[in-house]
Nanobody, 121 residues
């Protein structure tokens, strides 16, 4: 069973920043696209950002220009740097693994445990 271990969530004021991390095993990290989803209370899980195995990225319109996804190959870690945070960014953020290397299609059975991000004054 592949593990995706997330960290970095917390409470931040509007306009603040947080960086989320997702670590997995090297053999998985180097071969597959990975990404982030989020789920706010009462809402469906939604796509946030993804990075393929070469580092080509994609973002939801709602986070473009504010969030940055990146991969650290030495640490087998996927990052999501979130800046200019808004109240509506409040959600549980999940790391996800793709079926493919070059495109992001999240697998049904490989998700992180989720990390809570709360944006509030």
């Amino acid at each position: 069973q592949v593990q995706l271990v997330e960290s970095g969530g917390g409470l931040v004021e509007p306009g603040g920043s947080l960086t989320l991390s997702c670590t997995t095993v090297e053999s998985i990290f180097r071969l597959y696209a990975m990404g982030w989803y989020r789920q706010a209370p009462g809402k469906q899980r939604e796509f946030v950002a993804s990075s393929n195995y070469e580092g080509v990225t994609d973002y939801a319109d709602s986070v473009k220009g504010r969030f940055t996804i990146s991969r650290d190959k030495d640490k087998n870690t996927l990052f999501l740097k979130m800046t200019s945070l808004k109240v509506e960014d409040t959600a549980v953020y999940y790391c996800a693994l793709s079926y493919y290397s070059d495109t992001f299609k999240p697998r049904d059975d490989y998700w992180g445990q989720g990390t809570q991000v709360t944006v509030s004054s």
